[in-house]
């Protein structure tokens, strides 16, 4: 029997334990810490994803066959290192790896030495503030603000105005509005057209592409509103043709790998490449160094493989031979249940309410939520998502809001317009 430790706490998190409780591997999964919903296909456990003196000790102790990373943190602040000099096997890339979330301004230098299509940008420091707003002279409006490290997919502001721009630009650098995330700052010129999002597990030598999303960051309906970590996700994406796919693979997928190949810099877990169509053209925007979230939970559910062992073929770099994904043809579609009051301040520890029945191929996955006996609270700002799969994205969403009248919590909030461009 295989021993997993998973770390992370969210929905993606739940959606990756739900996947790997459908393994034909035999094995034994521990969340560390996992959230009041996990414990239904593993054991939590009372330390978190961050606490790598725990992980390792844990690790150690009982013998554990792998270990796989969820969210980003830990991988920009070295897990996957620690665990790799104990020996211990884990999917996720290493420290140097994960620099392409963990350093916006390093990505996007990568981007430009690779020849990969992104937008025009600069960096800049709280010493080169006066340069920044020169800078910001020369570029025509919207302006987009980036904080160089991770802010919980927080750290961009798109300005409508000048006077907004240098206004959160001067919050940012002098004000320190995302703390150390934002002491580097990012500029580039604003890019026009749809976003979307492309996954592919590595072992650094080959790749497996996943299942494509979209999903939707503003907190409010019609893409209003600051940015979230996401209030919804839609699989596939409806113009994600045979085309543009060619394109992205050829002009963004490979040319990744292969400048981390000629930078010998080691990289088995999963990249994220959040994308943007320009009258059909494919532009890089960011890369994240994990399976985004809410992404996961409509990519994991039509992937129609093995979870487990493809984690396991990543860390041992034995995926063989660059491919796609097989994937189910249905659609799936999640919306993210919120507290009230998020992305900024809110309540937690109100009682959540279920419904007793869901539909078939509907799903309630936990983000952030806890369980003490028998009852399930909210505990973050992203409580739910429920996730449905059906023949298309309008049948998925339906049964989906359908099962979300039927959740209560007190101040839930949750957008009802996601893949709304489609419908």
């Given at each position: 029997?295989?021993?997993?430790?998973?770390?992370?706490?969210?929905?993606?998190?739940?959606t990756?334990?739900?996947?790997?409780?459908q393994?034909?591997?035999?094995?034994?999964?521990?969340?560390?810490?996992?959230?009041?919903?996990?414990?239904?296909?593993?054991t939590?456990?009372?330390?978190?994803?961050?606490?790598?003196?725990?992980?390792?000790?844990?690790?150690?102790?009982?013998?554990?066959?792998?270990v796989?990373?969820?969210?980003?943190?830990?991988?920009?602040?070295?897990?996957?290192?620690?665990?790799?000099?104990?020996g211990?096997?884990?999917?996720?890339?290493?420290?140097q790896?994960?620099?392409?979330?963990g350093?916006?301004?390093?990505a996007?230098?990568?981007?430009?030495?690779?020849?990969?299509?992104t937008?025009?940008?600069?960096?800049f420091?709280?010493?080169?503030?006066?340069?920044?707003?020169?800078?910001?002279?020369?570029?025509?409006?919207?302006?987009?603000?980036?904080?160089?490290?991770l802010?919980a997919?927080?750290?961009v502001?798109?300005c409508?105005?000048?006077?907004e721009?240098?206004?959160?630009?001067?919050a940012m650098?002098?004000g320190?509005?995302?703390?150390?995330?934002?002491?580097?700052?990012?500029?580039?010129?604003?890019?026009?057209?749809?976003e979307?999002?492309?996954?592919?597990a590595?072992?650094?030598?080959?790749?497996?592409?996943?299942?494509?999303?979209?999903?939707?960051?503003r907190?409010g309906?019609?893409?209003?509103?600051?940015?979230?970590?996401?209030?919804?996700?839609?699989?596939?994406?409806?113009?994600f043709?045979?085309?543009l796919?060619?394109?992205?693979?050829?002009?963004?997928?490979?040319?990744?790998l292969?400048?981390?190949r000629?930078?010998?810099?080691?990289?088995?877990?999963?990249?994220?490449?959040?994308?943007?169509?320009?009258a059909?053209?494919?532009?890089?925007?960011?890369?994240?160094?994990?399976?985004?979230?809410?992404?996961?939970?409509?990519?994991?559910?039509?992937?129609?493989?093995?979870?487990?062992?493809?984690c396991?073929?990543?860390?041992?770099?034995?995926?063989?031979?660059?491919?796609?994904a097989?994937?189910?043809?249905?659609?799936?579609?999640?919306?993210?249940?919120?507290?009230?009051?998020?992305?900024?301040?809110?309540?937690r520890?109100?009682?959540?309410t279920?419904?007793?029945t869901?539909?078939?191929?509907?799903?309630?996955?936990?983000?952030?939520?806890?369980?003490?006996?028998?009852?399930?609270t909210?505990?973050?700002g992203?409580?739910?998502?429920?996730?449905?799969?059906?023949?298309?994205?309008?049948?998925?969403?339906?049964?989906?809001y359908s099962?979300?009248?039927h959740?209560?919590?007190e101040?839930?909030?949750?957008?009802?317009?996601?893949?709304?461009?489609?419908?």
């Open positions: 029997m295989k021993k997993i430790l998973l770390l992370g706490s969210g929905g993606r998190e739940y990756m334990a739900w996947k790997i409780s393994s034909t591997i035999t094995h034994q999964l521990f969340i560390a810490p996992g959230n009041g919903g996990t414990h239904a296909f593993g939590n456990l009372p330390f978190g994803y961050n606490d790598f003196d725990s992980i390792i000790g844990f690790a150690r102790k009982h013998s554990i066959d792998l796989i990373a969820g969210p980003e943190e830990p991988l920009v602040n070295g897990i996957a290192d620690r665990l790799s000099t104990e211990i096997l884990v999917c996720g890339p290493v420290a790896a994960a620099m392409l979330e350093s916006k301004s390093f996007k230098d990568f981007m430009q030495a690779m020849g990969i299509p937008a025009a940008y600069r960096a420091e709280s010493r080169q503030i006066d340069e920044a707003r020169q800078f910001l002279h020369t570029l025509t409006p919207p302006y987009v603000l980036k904080a160089d490290g802010a997919g927080k750290g502001v798109i409508h105005t000048l006077t721009a240098t206004d959160t630009l001067d650098l002098l320190e509005q995302f703390g150390q995330a934002g002491r580097r700052v990012v500029i580039e010129e604003f890019l026009s057209g749809i979307f999002s492309v996954f592919i590595t072992d650094g030598a080959h790749y497996v592409l996943l299942p494509e999303a979209k999903d939707y960051k907190i309906e019609g893409d209003t509103g600051p940015n979230t970590g996401g209030m919804g996700a839609i699989s596939p994406v409806p113009f043709n045979e085309s796919r060619h394109k992205v693979i050829t002009r963004i997928i490979e040319p990744t292969q400048g981390l000629q930078r010998q810099i080691p990289y088995r877990g999963f990249i994220f490449f959040g994308l943007i169509s320009v059909g053209e494919p532009y890089l925007i960011e890369y994240n160094c994990r399976l985004g979230d809410p992404e996961t939970e409509v990519i994991l559910p039509r992937l129609d493989e093995d979870f487990l062992q493809l396991f073929d990543i860390a041992n770099g034995q995926l063989g031979s660059s491919r796609t097989l994937a189910t043809a249905q659609a799936a579609a999640t919306v993210m249940v919120v507290s009230g009051g998020y992305p900024s301040t809110y309540q520890g109100f009682p959540i279920l419904p007793d869901l539909p078939r191929d509907t799903h309630i996955i936990n983000a952030g939520t806890n369980r003490q006996a028998n009852l399930l909210t505990s973050g992203r409580v739910l998502a429920v996730t449905s799969l059906a023949p298309d994205i309008r049948q998925a969403l339906q049964l989906s099962t979300i009248e959740i209560t919590f101040q839930m909030y949750y957008r009802r317009d996601i893949g709304y461009e489609f419908l």
